[in-house]
């Protein structure tokens, strides 16, 4: 029982960081329409950002983590302006093939920058655990959800009832009626980018602070929220908060029961466990748990 | 027809002379001495090193023909090309080194079992487009690449196998061919038997590209449900256009193996996928001549720069070497620049550029 209790945490921390990652998505593609492969890259940048302020920097892990969220955010926004933009009304294959294209200018950049080498960034949490009612639990995986689950409200607070948060749910719903409120688009889609910069990074940081440290393969985790946003629906955030949860808690469970349950699929057949869930979703119910049928007119 | 007004140039009078195969009696000639170019290259360049870059380069554009008829033709997006490549050179393993089967017949058997999967991925498409399509595909990929570490039994996990498929006809092995006397080199023999599958794929592709079915695919990519109005059924083209591509791709993947004689699951990664498409983006979308084109310029990239890295600054050439970025992050960095780059200042890629040059002198002086 408390193994499978133990999972059941490990997975809702991964979870959580891959609804952070899925959040970001759906921010972008609700605003913009565009479906972000750069993410990982956004993602793997945040968490260097964060080792060179605590680290090299030696700032308190708490400002770091900000401040690297913040850079992220900028970086995110001047991608937008400087790549994105000029894509504006181009199909959809032009435009995911520029995000993949700058995943893969960001990830060399990073190991141009930072080396290949695993980097331990100084934090608070490192191995430590506390035991809550016989259970040890790792207190960075009940930072990740905590925090996790403070953004996530915030995100959904910041939406419902700021005034910018409803002209990016106008933006969302139909650009130019809300340009013609008097909204500006180009706002919307930078702040959208940022925003889902800023949600990567701090799934990037809270990642490179666990026991695996901080090396350029972090960003593959991004390419691992995909199926949690196509899970919960490209166009829900709840759903990629869903998503994200029901994918982490699958990925950690087959990790956990790897050798009872699952020897025969192979080593590590965990990695692969949120595309099989995905396509299998994606059969069943193509537009995920909580996404919108999307209509087509000729 | 009237022949009284001819006009003094080539130009396009009517639609049969759209379709034909080759446009004018100038292409012609450009294509006879491209066809004469392939056929002496090789006793002209015998160095090893750049006869293999070629090779690699044919066998890129026969993988990039199949992508270019999938994604230029039928607007469908593949992050899954490698998964099929990978499944054409086990394939290669299996039917030519351990069956001992003959060239023709382990080809055959590639691009088969590569259209039966392809098939399998096919219908996907029916229900997904675009973003749902590129992240299904990225899907195949990472399960493609846990089934080639864990099926050792064919693949030899991670440490790969070896493809003994010999490139033999009947009594000929292009492997060592002997002809009127001449012995030539395996890399010789090779580079005659890829340029000729590519000319071979390239003349398959392009009249599936001017003929009904290419019609149709075009009609596909621009608009599905439209193209179903008009009458093409749309779902049959798609599983067709992902079955006729992954065969393509297994057959690249075959002569890939065979003509490297060993593989390992680290070659059938994202990066490989993402090559592909910097080629088709490169070379132009929804050409057949464009696909040959990026093969032959970011195919050869990655062999160019690991030849002549110590000349570039900044370049690691081996591992632990000084340098600030190692061989593969530079491949990955060009690549991604290549894609940004061609899609925002030329989407209509190398081949654009090409046709733009082509119709300035043909309209000359009228162009604008």
Not at chain 1, 36 to 42: D, M, S, Y
Not at chain 1, 258 to 265: I, V, Y
Not at chain 2, 330 to 348: C, H, K, S, Y
Request: with cysteine; proline share 4%.
């Amino acid at each position: 029982m408390n193994a499978l209790l133990t999972n059941v945490f490990a997975g809702l921390a991964l979870g959580s960081t891959y609804a952070l990652v899925a959040l970001g998505f759906v921010v972008i593609f609700k605003s913009t329409g565009v479906i972000n492969f750069a993410q990982g890259g956004l993602l793997a940048l945040g968490a260097y950002l964060g080792y060179t302020f605590a680290g090299d920097l030696a700032l308190a892990f708490g400002v770091a983590v900000v401040l690297a969220c913040l850079a992220a955010a900028v970086a995110g926004a001047s991608v937008e302006r400087l790549v994105l933009r000029r894509m504006v009304g181009q199909p959809p294959f032009a435009v995911i093939m520029i995000t993949i294209g700058l995943l893969f200018v960001i990830e060399p950049l990073i190991t141009a920058i930072w080396g290949f080498h695993t980097l331990n960034v100084p934090n608070p949490w490192n191995i430590r655990t506390v035991e809550i009612g016989g259970l040890v639990l790792g207190v960075r995986d009940l930072w990740t959800i905590g925090l996790t689950a403070v953004v996530v409200v915030g995100f959904f607070l910041f939406f419902r009832y700021t005034a910018f948060g409803l002209a990016m749910r106008a933006t969302a719903f139909d650009p130019e009626a809300a340009l013609a409120q008097g909204i500006s688009a180009r706002r919307v889609y930078a702040v959208s980018w940022a925003i889902a910069a800023a949600l990567a990074a701090l799934a990037g940081i809270t990642l490179a602070a666990g026991p695996g440290g901080l090396s350029p393969s972090i960003s593959f985790i991004a390419l691992a929220a995909f199926p949690a946003m196509i899970l919960g629906g490209l166009d829900s955030p709840s759903g990629a908060v869903l998503g994200g949860l029901i994918i982490g808690l699958a990925e950690a469970l087959t990790r956990g029961y790897q050798d009872q349950l699952f020897s025969w699929a192979g080593s590590n057949v965990s990695v692969i466990v949120p595309y099989v869930l995905m396509i299998v979703i994606l059969l069943i119910r193509p537009y995920g748990l909580l996404g919108t049928k999307d209509v087509r007119r000729i | 027809m009237a022949r009284a007004v001819k006009p003094h140039r080539n130009l396009v009078l009517d639609y049969s002379q759209d379709l034909r195969l080759f446009g004018t009696p100038l292409a012609r000639t450009g294509l006879g001495l491209m066809l004469v170019t392939l056929l002496v290259l090789p006793t002209v360049v015998q160095d090893d090193f750049w006869l293999s870059v070629l090779i690699y380069s044919g066998i890129t554009a026969i993988g990039a023909i199949g992508l270019n008829l999938l994604t230029g033709y039928c607007g469908q997006i593949s992050l899954g090309h490698a998964f099929f490549i990978g499944a054409g050179a086990y394939c290669a393993a299996l039917a030519g080194g351990r069956a001992g089967l003959p060239l023709p017949l382990w080809l055959l058997v590639s691009a088969l079992v590569g259209a039966v999967l392809g098939g399998l991925i096919g219908p996907f498409a029916l229900r997904l487009r675009g973003h749902y399509l590129a992240i299904i595909t990225l899907g195949l990929v990472f399960i493609g690449e846990h089934l080639w570490r864990n099926l050792r039994e064919v693949t030899g996990g991670n440490n790969g196998t070896s493809v003994l498929a010999q490139a033999t006809i009947g009594p000929v092995d292009l492997g060592a061919l002997e002809l009127a006397g001449e012995s030539y080199s395996r890399n010789q023999g090779w580079f005659w038997l890829v340029w000729v599958l590519v000319a071979v794929i390239a003349l398959l592709a392009k009249n599936i590209a001017r003929t009904r079915p290419g019609r149709a695919l075009r009609a596909v990519r621009d608009h599905d449900q439209a193209a179903e109005v008009i009458g093409v059924r749309a779902g049959r083209y798609k599983v067709g256009a992902f079955m006729v591509s992954s065969a393509i791709a297994a057959v690249a993947g075959a002569l890939f193996g065979a003509y490297q004689q060993h593989v390992t699951p680290d070659e059938w990664t994202l990066l490989l996928s993402i090559q592909y498409i910097a080629i088709i983006i490169v070379g132009g979308l929804g050409t057949v001549f464009g696909s040959i084109l990026g093969a032959v310029f970011v195919g050869a990239l990655p062999a160019l720069i690991e030849e002549y890295s110590e000349y570039i600054p900044g370049v690691a050439d081996s591992a632990g070497g000084d340098g600030f970025i190692s061989v593969f992050a530079l491949n990955q960095a060009i690549f991604g620049l290549l894609i940004v780059v061609f899609l925002v200042f030329e989407p209509r890629g190398l081949a654009g550029i090409w046709f733009r040059v082509r119709a300035y002198f043909r309209t000359w002086p009228f162009s604008y």
